[in-house]
């Protein structure tokens, strides 16, 4: 079966996100004064053939731990779907 | 003694380095490509700088899967010398064989200038050559070198005196204003545990002919062939199997 994996990473609480921060002051400077914290992320997202949606999850979780995300700064998180075409 | 550095697509400061360690230190020096297995017998392997692979994903992530990095780590893991500077610094990072990550300038600029750091270990192969608290002039050209830690990892750093380098002013004092990228604790370089592998973000490889910027980066190369060609104990951990 057909599966779309997405794939989100996110900078890791605590660790500087100076890009966050800085689009976070530009929406203030638009008058977006409700924005408190912006955090700026990849989106990523993957075709898999051939895959078992338990078997595909474990897969692309060792993806991103291999090399999508980095562990010391980025959070990740997985999301499938049937890929419709 | 020998030198190898590597070439990845995209590396830029692999001519600088070989002509550092081989026209100006008149040692042998020897480009290997990123595809070698490898490392045809170099006593140092140097990740040089630049952009390898565009810096695609995160800089240094593509480079850590290229086929000559599992020779890299194997060399390592034997007590080899490893120096990487400033995108060899990521990779090494990316790579694992240093704790840590380079992430973006918390100015968000990217910078270029003649920075100074200070010598806080002067017993690596990269260093010995150095007096203890000894400030060097060298550039600094990054747009993703603000190094980071979590704060473990930090404390062990400083416990072990695993940092190598530290951005100050020029009377060595890690002052805000001579951190030139935001990294934690003025963090400019930092070695392995076993202390033959090292990283940083300066470029020594550019600072070796007064005529080009000084020569505060050449006794860092002196202090890799005195290491070398005097017999000085390189650490040689069992080899496993």
């Known amino acids: ?63 991103c731990e291999r090399l999508l995300a980095n562990g010391v700064i980025e959070d990740f998180r997985v999301e499938l779907a049937e890929e419709r075409r | 003694m020998r030198w190898g550095v590597v070439v990845f697509p995209g590396s830029l400061d692999d001519r600088d380095t070989l002509r550092a360690a081989g026209r100006v230190l008149g040692d042998e020096a020897v480009a290997l490509w990123h595809k070698d297995r490898e490392l045809g017998g170099v006593d140092c392997v140097v990740l040089p700088g630049g952009f390898s692979y565009g810096d695609y994903l995160r800089c240094g992530a593509m480079a850590k899967c290229s086929p000559i990095m599992e020779a890299v780590a194997r060399h390592a893991r034997d007590g080899g010398l490893v120096l990487g500077i400033c995108n060899g610094f990521q990779i090494l990072c990316e790579a694992g064989l240093l704790p840590g ?18 010598v806080e270990a002067t017993d690596t192969f990269l260093t010995q050559g150095c007096r203890a608290g000894e400030v060097l002039e060298l550039p600094v050209k990054h747009g993703e070198g603000c190094y980071v830690a979590d704060e473990d990892t930090l404390a062990t750093l400083e416990r072990e005196r695993r940092v190598v380098f530290r951005y100050t002013d020029r009377a060595g004092r890690p002052t805000p204003e001579a951190n030139p990228n935001g990294s934690l604790a003025n963090i400019a370089g930092v070695c392995s545990a076993g ?25 860092l190369f002196r202090s890799v062939q005195a290491w070398v060609t005097r017999g000085r104990a390189v650490p040689v951990a069992a080899a496993p199997g």
């Open chain 2, 195 to 219: 202390r033959n592998v090292v990283g940083l973000m300066p470029h020594p490889e550019h600072a070796v002919e007064r005529l080009t910027g000084g020569v505060d980066g050449l006794n």
């Open chain 1, 1 to 63: 079966m057909p599966l779309l994996a997405r794939v989100y990473v996110t900078p890791k609480r605590g660790i500087l996100d100076p890009q966050g921060k800085a689009v976070q002051s530009s929406l203030h400077a638009l008058g977006f004064a409700e924005v408190q914290d912006v955090k700026v992320g990849k989106y990523i997202e993957l075709e898999l053939r051939d895959a078992e949606p338990q078997a595909a999850t474990a897969r692309v979780r060792a993806m």
């Open chain 2, 101 to 118: 990550a380079l992430v973006r300038n918390r100015s968000l600029s990217f910078v270029c200038d003649l920075v100074t750091v200070r």
